[in-house]
C-alpha cells in the first residue's frame, strides 16, 4: 500500500503563484510514476504533469511553460510548481502514483488539494 498526502492548495489571484507537494509513504519502493491530475467541476479528471523514477516529464499542453513537476526520491515527494496561474487552473489536484508493472503496477491517489484562482 502507497499512502499519499498533499499540501499546497489555496486561493491565489490570477497570475500567481502555488507550489504543491505530495508525500508518499508505507511501500513507496514499489513507485514507478508520481503525477498530477487535476478535476474541475463538472469536467472530467484530466493529467496535468507527471515524472518517472527515471527523471523523465510529461505535461499537459494547457500547463507547458507555466507549471514545472519535480521529484525527491529520498523524500518520496513530488512537487507541482505552478506559475502564471490562470482562471481556467481552478480544480481538485489530486496526487497520483503508478507502480512499476514487474511490482505489480498498482495506482494510487491521494484525497485532493483545492486551487481556486481568482479572476
Known amino acids: 500500500q502507497v499512502q499519499l498526502v498533499e499540501s499546497g492548495g489555496g486561493l491565489v489571484q490570477a497570475r500567481g503563484s502555488l507550489r504543491l507537494s505530495c508525500a508518499a509513504s508505507?511501500?513507496?519502493?514499489?513507485?514507478?510514476?508520481m503525477g498530477w491530475y487535476r478535476q474541475a467541476p463538472g469536467k472530467q479528471r484530466e493529467l496535468v504533469a507527471a515524472?518517472?523514477?527515471?527523471?523523465?516529464?510529461n505535461y499537459a499542453d494547457s500547463v507547458k511553460g507555466r507549471f514545472t513537476i519535480s521529484r525527491d526520491n529520498a523524500k518520496n515527494t513530488v512537487y507541482l510548481q505552478m506559475n502564471s496561474l490562470k482562471y481556467e487552473d481552478t480544480a481538485v489536484y489530486y496526487c497520483n502514483t503508478k507502480g512499476h508493472l514487474a511490482l505489480g503496477g498498482k495506482e494510487y491517489w491521494g484525497k485532493g488539494t483545492l486551487v481556486t484562482v481568482s479572476s
Open positions: 515524472v518517472t523514477s527515471g527523471g523523465s516529464t
Open positions: 508505507g511501500s513507496t519502493f514499489t513507485i514507478n510514476v
